[in-house]
């Protein structure tokens, strides 16, 4: 009776004769492996690539998951895959990537209106509104973006927030050089009740960082989410001497988000 007993109890039930070492080694082997944060964002730039299509003019963005996109795409042109593809950078670093990928370029001048743009974000809000800039190129981002018939941002989970500011991190806002002080001191006091604090962006030999366009930047930092996001950005805009800030309000077609769970896509 014992033996068959032992014949017909559930294997989850019987002592192992697997050595302990065994047991770790086949539990290693089942586990999933952990993602990187560029993992996420080649992951999500992967997808937003699906958006392209032959014939398109594109605008390329800036930053480190901007750079997997335009990367995916010098692959898919010199595989022949896409054909007739025509990019309008947002920087001089990504008119340099795309170049040497043999991504034929172009400006606003030539063509004003784009069928799509792809680039990344700081943050992100439940109403797909944007803090972008942290790298430098809002400017050129915002107008590149702004004349395209659709925006597709790639982030990873991190950049989700409740509220735009929401992260604790830099809100940036080109500045020119011109009395740059002077608008850091007003940019600061617009927000005073927000607990806003104001730094002038500095390079690391602690000089002013200096944008492609030649301007400065000041970056906000809040203690707590922006309350009206598209009343701050009127009265930061209505600022002489602000050239652009990085609240990208109301632009967004589409937001591809890798996560530990895959990848998801949130569109209005």
Not at 30 to 53: C, I
Not at 92 to 104: F, N
Request: hydrophobic share 45%.
């Amino acid at each position: 009776m014992a033996a068959a007993a032992a014949l017909f109890s559930p294997s989850f039930l019987r002592p192992s004769s697997r050595s302990p070492a065994a047991s770790r080694l086949s539990i290693k082997a089942l586990s999933a492996p952990v993602l990187t944060q560029d993992d996420l964002k080649k992951l999500a730039a992967d997808k937003a690539v699906d958006y392209v299509k032959s014939g398109m003019v594109l605008g390329l963005g800036t930053g480190s998951t901007a750079a997997f996109v335009v990367d995916k795409l010098g692959s898919l042109i010199k595989s022949g895959q896409l054909t007739d593809i025509v990019g309008v950078p947002t920087s001089k670093r990504t008119q340099e990537q795309a170049a040497a990928l043999g991504i034929p370029l172009s400006t606003l001048d030539d063509h004003p209106r784009l069928d799509l743009a792809i680039d990344g974000a700081d943050e992100v809000d439940p109403n797909l509104d944007l803090v972008k800039g942290r790298g430098g190129a809002l400017l050129r981002e915002k107008m590149v973006e702004a004349a395209s018939s659709k925006f597709v941002v790639v982030v990873d989970e991190s950049k989700l927030v409740t509220g735009l500011g929401g992260s604790g991190l830099a809100m940036p806002v080109e500045v020119v050089q011109f009395c740059w002080n002077y608008n850091l001191v007003r940019l600061r006091e617009l927000f005073k009740l927000e607990g806003c604090e104001a730094k002038l962006r500095l390079n690391g030999d602690g000089k002013p960082y200096v944008t492609d366009n030649s301007n400065f930047i000041v970056d906000l930092y809040f203690d707590t989410p922006i309350k009206d996001s598209f009343a701050a950005g009127k009265e930061i805009a209505a600022l002489e001497g602000v050239v652009e800030h990085g609240l990208f309000l109301g632009m967004t077609t589409a937001v591809i988000i890798a996560g530990g769970s895959g990848v998801t896509v949130k569109t209005k």
